[in-house]
């Protein structure tokens, strides 16, 4: 199954240091780039990760990056 592409563009969020996160990787989240929960049934799973430092992070939103939960322009070819 294919995750379903939240936006052809990164999602530009604040994070702080030392906190911990969790990305959606389905694509259905209402909460999107994060989890709500939404993945149930599918197969997917959020990706968790802490945040290095305080500031903008741009997260994957097409869900089809090689560097998730991270943008990497994959949005770009598709």
Not at 32 to 46: E, R, V
Request: charged fraction near 20%; include cysteine; charge should be positive.
């Amino acid at each position: 199954m294919e995750p379903k592409i939240a936006q052809k563009a990164p999602f530009a969020v604040e994070v702080e240091a030392g906190n911990e996160y969790y990305w959606c990787a389905c694509g259905r989240s209402n909460t999107q780039p994060f989890c709500d929960g939404s993945h149930q049934g599918t197969g997917f799973a959020p990706v968790a990760f802490n945040a290095e430092k305080t500031g903008k992070a741009y997260l994957c939103g097409c869900k089809h990056s090689n560097k998730k939960p991270f943008c990497d322009g994959t949005h770009a070819r598709l």
